[in-house]
């Protein structure tokens, strides 16, 4: 069970070009603490639109030399509405920050599991960087907009309220001003809020393509600095920069323009409002006291401090349903890989069945990449693919993973066509070893009991000695060593070799060893090949090398050309039978 609090899966509350009813299906579990506090802080900040009005009896008392009772109690409430501030500040923010941290954390767990569901064709397409800007970056801006949106959204409103409902009672005559100055504000914030949505869009996407950028720059470190490319490599960088700072350049201008226009507008209202108040109660209309003309001031400067806060919100608010725009792009992709009430996958006995598969990228729908392939693989049988780069091996092992999906023809585990089973249930059968082995920072342990983390420490331990990896674990320190970043302080042949321990707790029924040794000296090869014969014992196992040595024992070998399968059989048939097999074979050996 994890331990976040769930939400709602985010492909059903996420509404296509309506991002406002989004960002509120998102909430919809926290209305209750919202609610508190809502009023916590309607509450709370009631001294900035009643002390006006307390400051007015204030003033009159002196000038109309009112009982010094008055005064007393006006100064009393006062100091109550003062010293409120504290607690209900604390349940205020206690309230309102459960909900958005819950929603933040739901949120980045909601998206993880998304980026779990999507295929390996969307994780091909995407880069890294943007992914990962879009759960640590786009949350943080809806979190943060929303976070805003809450504290100055509810201090403008209850100001406006406040401020209009004491100016009704108490002076009527002047509603009018607030008439004119909360439309001029209002069309201000319609006519600049298209512009600002496409600068933000321009901006969001320059950042995303920098991550992206980033990422790929701190991937290829070791390769730059053995070619000495460091130069190109930062020029490369310092376009992509160049271009962040134009996109936020324009966008920080646009905001600028808002902010000063609104600035101006409400200022000028401010000063009119003042001369005018202290006009008509120098001429005795409308009945006005001197701290009449005090508290409508104080309240216009409190009107134009919110209305300038609503409107000074609207690129902050912009910001985050870009971002929620940006998330849906995840959301909404439809490239999924369905698992949801297929035939849960128990045991595996490990017959695997092409029947005339036929397969097809979406990037190149007219280029086959598997063209009428028909195989059959026993249990328990190692089946190696050969032939040139782009015959299509790699597309015959993600198919068996279940990565991908033939475009016709099927694929039978165990006799059942692959399409009706979940494949998750599947792959907990299975095990990869791939080129490049995929370690993480942290331990020994950690890396090897990956997905396993109830094992043994003698079940680890045996693992890693049948994986020749056992002497140079021990010589680190044991299972608590930690091997750094993605396996960092580990040779090539170390990693693959703590690789094949991971698969060999799995115990596997189907193993999939892609290119596993073509990185390693002849020494590491040899006790990586060792290893390998050990994890492939009674298991069906689908090889992809290029070198034909490694394969030399595998019960038979398929030669492939342009996604066809042209010939198979063991090592010794195809060598006799003189054909394609033949022919790398010559070329493999040494003049």
Request: glycine share 8%.
């Amino acid at each position: 069970m994890l331990g976040v609090i769930a939400m709602p899966p985010l492909q059903d509350v996420y509404l296509r070009d309506q991002p406002v009813r989004t960002l509120g299906r998102m909430f919809r579990g926290q209305r209750r603490r919202l609610v508190v506090a809502a009023a916590a802080f309607t509450l709370k900040h009631s001294p900035i639109w009643v002390i006006p009005l307390l400051t007015a009896n204030i003033i009159d008392v002196v000038v109309d030399h009112r009982p010094l009772t008055e005064l007393w109690v006006n100064a009393a409430i006062m100091a109550v509405l003062i010293l409120q501030n504290l607690p209900l500040h604390q349940l205020y923010t206690r309230m309102l920050s459960r909900s958005v941290r819950t929603v933040e954390t739901g949120l980045r767990m909601a998206l993880a599991q998304r980026l779990q569901e999507l295929s390996i064709g969307f994780h091909r397409r995407v880069s890294a960087g943007v992914l990962q800007a879009k759960i640590v970056r786009d949350v943080e801006n809806v979190v943060e907009s929303t976070r805003q949106a809450f504290d100055s959204g509810m201090a403008a409103v209850t100001t406006l309220a406040g401020a209009i409902v004491i100016t009704a009672i108490r002076v009527p005559e002047f509603l009018p001003v607030y008439l004119v100055a909360v439309p001029a504000g209002a069309a201000l914030v319609v006519s600049m809020r298209r512009r600002m949505s496409a600068r933000n869009a321009a901006f969001r996407a320059e950042v995303e393509h920098m991550s992206a950028r980033v990422s790929e720059m701190t991937h290829l470190i070791p390769i730059t600095r053995a070619h000495g490319l460091e130069r190109d490599e930062l020029e490369r960088m310092d376009a992509t920069l160049v271009g962040v700072r134009n996109a936020g350049f324009r966008l920080d201008v646009t905001n600028g323009w808002f902010g000063s226009l609104s600035w101006i507008l409400m200022q000028l209202l401010s000063v009119a409002t003042l001369v005018g108040a202290a006009w008509i109660a120098w001429t005795g209309r409308f009945g006005m006291s001197a701290g009449d003309v005090t508290m409508l001031s104080a309240y216009f400067v409190a009107l134009t401090g919110a209305v300038t806060a609503l409107m000074s919100l609207t690129p902050i608010i912009a910001k985050g349903l870009e971002s929620v725009r940006s998330m849906g792009e995840v959301l909404t992709d439809p490239d999924v890989e369905r698992n949801h009430g297929k035939a849960q996958v128990a045991a595996v006995r490990g017959d695997v069945d092409l029947e005339d598969v036929r397969f097809a990228y979406d990037d190149a729908p007219d280029e086959t990449a598997i063209d009428g392939l028909t195989l059959h693989v026993r249990a328990g049988e190692t089946v190696a693919l050969v032939g040139p780069s782009g015959s299509g091996k790699s597309t015959v092992l993600n198919m068996v993973i279940g990565f991908l999906t033939p475009t016709e023809g099927r694929i039978l585990l165990d006799g059942r066509p692959m399409t009706e089973l979940d494949l998750r249930s599947y792959r907990r059968h299975l095990a990869v070893v791939p080129q490049e082995s995929l370690l993480f920072e942290g331990s020994v342990r950690d890396n090897v009991t990956y997905g396993s983390r109830d094992l043994s420490d003698e079940v680890v331990l045996a693992a890693l000695r049948d994986a020749n990896a056992l002497d140079f674990v021990d010589a680190m320190g044991g299972l608590d060593a930690v091997i750094g970043e993605r396996g960092a302080r580990l040779s090539g042949g170390q990693r693959q070799r703590l690789a094949i321990a991971r698969a060999l707790v799995r115990d596997p029924r189907v193993l999939v060893l892609d290119e596993a040794t073509s990185a390693l000296d002849t020494a590491s090869e040899r006790l990586v090949q060792e290893a390998l014969a050990r994890l492939m014992r009674g298991r069906t196992t689908f090889v992809v090398a290029h070198r034909l040595s490694t394969i030399r024992g595998a019960d038979r070998i398929a030669v492939m050309r342009d996604g066809r399968l042209v010939e198979i059989g063991s090592h010794d048939e195809l060598v006799a039978a003189d054909g394609a097999y033949a022919d790398l074979h010559r070329l493999a050996a040494p003049a």
